[in-house]
């Protein structure tokens, strides 16, 4: 369990921005992509939602996305020994200065008080997860046209942010975001005071830019929780809950947040289905061969190759063939495979004139190659898996690559409709999966691209 109080000095914000939280990659949801969703942003207690979210939430109001605050609790401990302020008068004050809050975003009414008590949400889990519902529903009712929305996105506080509440607000959003197929987005307040830039965490998560009105929104909205940022008077008891210092982490023109991409029905048995329909309808569905994009990062993923020439390469889901077709003048052997025997027929077409090239029919990784291999390519393929099927062809992929072999992986970085995992969260889970570092890496707001090296025969990161 994480211990604190409000008031210690913990990690500075130029600490984080040595470290590099300024680095982090954006948040792979365009304008576009965000005005078309449903968002409910929860907030255990007045001001969390500023602090994590204000930015976020100015952006989606202004682009137009149906958004719905969720108030847990009107903070009615914050100033348990306070000697002016009851209670009861501190939560009228702070509900004001939420409402104010959300005026400032431009929410306007479309927030709800859930009136929990401060300090005991662990004991209203079931409130919190039918408040949290019924505002998805209600933003669907009210803001897309009466239809139940299919693209929903929850923003609540960090599950591990180290304050009781926050911990079950954010706990309940994620339970529900798995149960029922939605994005999610933590976003992490307290843990910028006690945690230290070696907590591994930070690293994997993403952040989103403010406009110019989500800066001065937010800076007016965090003007509005005076009775945290100010004393409510001079004497013992009344001391501002939001120190100057801790304040720092919240002025970035950045907010940052843990991001899990919405989880949808598909999983590797339905690709074969999935993708010989695809391939039917269209005979370049990602527009392979036309695409200067698509050209573009080809041409980097064969710079990204450390070696010249390669014994013996893999690609996994090789589709039409149009970069199987530059790898094999890399390898002296390539085997291709793809589940969708359509894509295949256009791939051995394509590959005709290259001898050492063949193709597999083949679902990974229920089926998986003989043999071993100095190259692999993942190229997007990995969020057309579970995460229990990515883990199983990194691990397919760790025994079959040969000692001082590359694994390269490059994956377009937005939601995949139907699917449960984006480009980012696949990269994050070779990173956490693989038992070597990256060895380079090139992000772009589109795609992600990145290099393994398999460890030297004897060394001490290899397997056995």
């Not at 998805?136 to 942010?161: E, F, T």
């Not at 149960?179 to 952040?207: C, F, K, M, Q, T």
């Not at 094999?328 to 090239?357: F, I, K, W």
């Amino acid at each position: 369990m994480v211990t604190f109080a409000h008031a210690d000095a913990g990690t500075a914000e130029d600490e984080w921005l040595r470290a590099g939280v300024d680095l982090l990659p954006e948040l792979p949801l365009d304008d576009a992509e965000l005005a078309g969703r449903t968002v409910v942003v929860l907030a255990a207690h007045p001001d969390d939602e500023t602090l994590g979210a204000g930015g976020l939430i100015t952006r989606l109001v202004d682009l137009g996305a149906a958004v719905r605050v969720v108030l847990c609790s009107a903070g009615e401990a914050s100033h348990p020994h306070s000697p002016t302020t009851t209670p009861g008068e501190l939560a009228r004050l702070r509900v004001r200065e939420f409402e104010n809050a959300m005026a400032a975003f431009g929410v306007g009414a479309r927030w709800t008080n859930l009136r929990l008590p401060d300090g005991q949400l662990g004991r209203h889990r079931p409130a919190i997860r039918d408040a949290l519902r019924a505002a998805v529903r209600n933003a669907a009712v009210r803001d897309a046209g009466g239809s139940l929305p299919s693209d929903v996105v929850l923003v609540a506080p960090l599950r591990g942010d180290g304050h009781p509440d926050h911990d079950v607000v954010g706990s309940v959003a994620a339970e529900l975001a798995e149960a029922e197929g939605h994005g999610l987005l933590e976003y992490p307040i307290w843990y910028w005071l006690w945690a230290n830039v070696a907590d591994a965490r930070w690293r994997s998560w993403v952040r989103s830019e403010l406009t110019a009105r989500g800066r001065e929104a937010k800076s007016a909205a965090l003007q509005a929780h005076r009775s945290q940022m100010e004393p409510l008077s001079g004497r013992p008891g009344d001391e501002a809950l939001l120190q100057e210092h801790f304040v720092d982490h919240f002025r970035r023109t950045w907010e940052t947040f843990a991001w899990t991409p919405p989880s949808g029905g598909n999983t590797a048995p339905d690709a074969e289905r999935v993708f010989d329909a695809v391939h039917l309808a269209s005979s370049d569905p990602w527009d392979y061969s036309s695409s200067w994009y698509e050209k573009r990062k080809r041409d980097l993923t064969m710079a990204a190759l450390p070696d010249p020439r390669y014994a013996r390469g893999l690609e996994l889901g090789c589709s039409t063939g149009v970069l199987s077709a530059e790898l094999a003048q890399r390898c002296e052997q390539l085997l291709c495979v793809d589940a969708s025997s359509q894509a295949l027929a256009s791939a051995d077409a394509r590959l005709a004139d290259n001898p050492g090239a063949t193709t597999a029919h083949m679902t990974v990784p229920t089926q998986w190659p003989d043999g071993r291999f100095d190259l692999i390519v993942i190229s997007e393929v990995g969020y057309y898996l579970s995460r229990a099927e990515l883990d199983a062809v990194l691990d397919k992929s760790v025994d079959s690559l040969l000692p001082g072999g590359t694994l390269v992986m490059c994956h377009w970085r937005h939601p995949i409709s139907g699917w449960s995992l984006d480009g980012d969260s696949v990269h994050a889970a070779a990173r956490g999966r693989l038992p070597w570092p990256s060895a380079a890496v090139y992000r772009e707001k589109a795609f992600i691209l990145e290099t393994f090296i398999a460890a030297a025969a004897g060394s001490a990161d290899a397997r056995a």
